[in-house]
């Protein structure tokens, strides 16, 4: 258990609005999740264009598509498994097309808030942050799609495992297979950041 309640009250009322006609209440939804979900994509397809798109069409979709929803559920498990699918099917054609472009800026202000205790205090660590930070988004970036779907919802997205599952329309058991696979291939690649 990650914490999260199974279903927000909140969410159901503005669905309940937004099927009702209500185009604000939508758009509330929108507003609520939005950011984490621009974190999420940005995170599999590699670039701010690309994600950007992929959140508004998810968005639309799931606007379009909200009479399906089950009341008792959670939408954003809901809204994550079709935004997922969503930014896999656009890295997949952009993989295709030999054109991934790679945003070095991805990891920003805008997806993950600074911490304040964090900030490096010499010259010294600041390069080697960013360093790390530049190696870090290489490494995912390289990681096939669903790997790299799995480690953003859990490690970015803090998502239980059962979460995951249904969002990505597997079992636990192989969220958790993935999981580890990320997990080595990150340690891998990230080794040389390693003291000792």
Known sequence: MNGRPKTDAQDDELIRATLGGGEEAF???VERYKS???????GIVGNREDALDVVQESFIKAYYNL?????????????????????????????????IPLDENWLSEEVMPPDSAAHPATPEEILL???LGEDLHRAVAALPEHHRAVILLREVEG????????????????????L????????????????G
Do not use: P
């Open 67 to 99: 009479k399906e929803f089950r009341f008792g559920s959670n939408f954003y498990t809901w809204f994550y498994r079709l935004l997922v699918n969503q930014a896999i099917d656009r890295w997949r054609k952009l993989s295709r097309s030999g054109e």
């Open 36 to 42: 984490r979900a621009f974190g999420v994509v940005v």
């Open 129 to 131: 942050n960013r360093e």
């Open 159 to 178: 998502m239980a495992y059962n979460d995951i599952a249904k969002a990505l329309g597997c079992s636990a058991g192989t969220v958790m297979s993935r």
């Open 27 to 29: 758009r509330e939804l």
């Open 180 to 195: 580890h696979y990320a997990r080595e291939k990150l340690k891998d690649a990230l080794g040389r950041h390693r003291k």
